[in-house]
C-alpha cells in the first residue's frame, strides 16, 4: 500500500514568516514529487513539482527532496494571507499513478 | 498543461437518481482519471478510464455504481447511479499530460438528499 503522510494541521502563521510544510512517502521507488495549493471549494492547482533530491526554488516556494529520508517539504516564504488553503502532497512511483496525501491546512493570520 | 473543462460544477439530486458528470480536455491523453474528495479529506482515486477500453476501477469502487465513458482522446463521463447521501461529495476529473503533472477539472460538488 502506497501511503503519503503530512500533518492535517491547521498550521498557522503570522504573515510575513515562513511557513514550513512536510510530507513523507513510503513507496522506495518513487520518482516524481509535486505540491498541490487547494482553496476551499476549488480544485487542487498544480504550483511544485520536484524530481532530484536538493531544493528547487520558484518565487516564494522552495520545495525540498530527501529520497534517501522519503521526505519532501514546501517553504512559502514571506507568508500572504492569500497563501491560507490546503496543500497536497502528491507522489508519483511510475506511469500516471498519483498518490495524494490527506492535506496540511495553512492559516496565514494578518 | 492541459485546460479540463467539467459539469456541472454543482447539483443536488434526490436518492436513489443518477448523475453523470462530463470532462472535455483541450488535448488528447491516453487516460483521464476520477477522483472523489469527501469533505475535508483528500484525493480517492475511483477509476482510470482508457479509450478504446474497460475502464480500471480501484478497490471499494464499482462498475455498476460508477460506470464510465471514455468515447475519444479527450472526453470522459462519469456516472453516479442509484445515489444515497455517502455519495454526497466533491468529484474531480484528472489528465496527465505529457509533462508528467497532473492537472484538474474545476470539480463537481454534489448533494444528495
Known amino acids: 500500500q502506497k501511503e503519503v503522510e503530512q500533518n492535517s494541521g491547521p498550521l498557522s502563521v503570522p504573515e510575513g514568516a515562513i511557513a514550513s510544510l512536510n510530507c513523507t512517502y513510503s513507496?522506495?521507488?518513487?520518482?516524481?514529487f509535486f505540491w498541490y495549493r487547494q482553496y476551499s471549494g476549488k480544485s487542487p492547482e498544480l504550483i511544485m513539482s520536484?524530481?532530484?533530491?536538493g531544493d528547487k526554488e520558484d518565487g516564494r516556494f522552495t520545495a525540498q527532496l530527501n529520497k534517501a529520508s522519503q521526505y519532501v517539504s514546501l517553504l512559502i516564504r514571506d507568508s500572504q494571507p492569500s497563501d491560507s488553503a490546503t496543500y497536497l502532497c502528491?507522489?508519483?512511483?511510475?506511469?500516471?499513478?498519483?498518490?495524494f496525501g490527506p492535506g496540511t491546512r495553512l492559516s496565514v493570520l494578518p | 498543461s492541459a485546460v479540463i473543462s467539467q459539469k456541472p460544477s454543482r447539483d443536488i439530486c434526490q436518492r436513489g437518481t443518477s448523475l453523470t458528470i462530463q470532462c472535455q480536455v483541450d488535448s488528447q491523453v491516453t487516460m483521464m482519471f476520477w477522483y472523489r474528495q469527501q469533505p475535508g479529506q483528500s484525493l480517492t482515486l475511483i477509476a482510470t478510464?482508457?479509450?478504446?477500453?474497460?475502464?480500471?476501477?480501484e478497490s471499494g469502487f464499482v462498475i455498476d455504481k460508477f460506470p464510465i465513458s471514455r468515447p475519444n482522446l479527450t472526453f470522459s463521463t462519469l456516472t453516479v447511479s442509484n445515489m444515497s447521501p455517502e455519495d454526497s461529495s466533491i468529484y474531480l476529473c484528472s489528465v496527465v499530460p505529457g509533462t508528467g503533472k497532473a492537472f484538474f477539472g474545476q470539480g463537481t460538488r454534489l448533494t444528495v438528499v
Open positions: 513507496d522506495r521507488v518513487s520518482q516524481s
Open positions: 478510464a482508457n479509450q478504446g477500453s474497460e475502464a480500471t476501477y
Open positions: 502528491a507522489v508519483n512511483t511510475h506511469g500516471q499513478n498519483f498518490v
Open positions: 520536484i524530481y532530484s533530491n
